[in-house]
């Protein structure tokens, strides 16, 4: 028995690209449906009200999860701008955080008998390990770039040294002046 595909192929997916792009449009702008299927006969394709009515359905659900995307990238961006310390991954469980505990806030009575509170643990928890882990990997790579910087460092002594003494002498005199006022 042939196993049936549940992918859909509405008439509206199967127009030419420039075409379906402008009935996208006229769903955005507020065209009536029967605008929509009349310009779409003017361009030589059927489509039925229903077809378009669902496909509409679809389209304003994608629509309103790109706008709620765009909205938290905005927050973070605002975000990094207000906290320039803070990088996007940061930003990003910020922000998280924030929602979740507005949502808790504002959760009513009778939500917190429905709330699954296993499943509030685990992504708090969760949350919570990937800043931890992000904060090590911080540290780590902070701290490679601090060894590879005094090994360049060293480096570059032994050659001035080596290559132009009276410069390193005046070097090293300047650094360790430096280092007593405590502007090392």
């Avoid at 509170?117 to 969760?126: A, C, D, I, T």
Wanted: proline residues 3%; without cysteine; glycine residues 4%.
């Amino acid at each position: 028995m042939k196993k049936r595909n549940n992918r859909n192929h509405s008439s509206i997916e199967k127009l030419p690209p420039s075409l379906r792009d402008t009935v996208e449009e006229m769903l955005l702008i507020g065209s009536t449906y029967r605008e929509i299927i009349e310009y779409v006969a003017s361009h030589g394709e059927k489509i039925s009200q229903s077809a378009l009515s669902r496909y509409f359905i679809k389209f304003n659900d994608n629509l309103q999860v790109m706008q709620l995307a765009q909205e938290s990238a905005n927050k973070i961006s605002e975000m990094l701008q207000r906290y320039p310390e803070i990088d996007f991954t940061e930003g990003l469980a910020l922000l998280t955080s924030q929602n979740l505990f507005s949502r808790l806030a504002d959760a009513q009575e009778d939500e917190w008998k429905d709330l699954p509170l296993e499943k509030v643990v685990q992504q708090v928890s969760g949350l919570t390990r990937a800043v931890a882990h992000k904060r090590q990997v911080d540290a780590k790579t902070a701290d490679d770039v601090e060894k590879a910087i005094g090994n360049m460092q060293g480096k570059l002594f032994e050659v001035l040294r080596r290559e132009q003494p009276e410069l390193y002498a005046k070097l090293n005199t300047f650094l360790r002046e430096k280092k007593r006022e405590g502007l090392e």
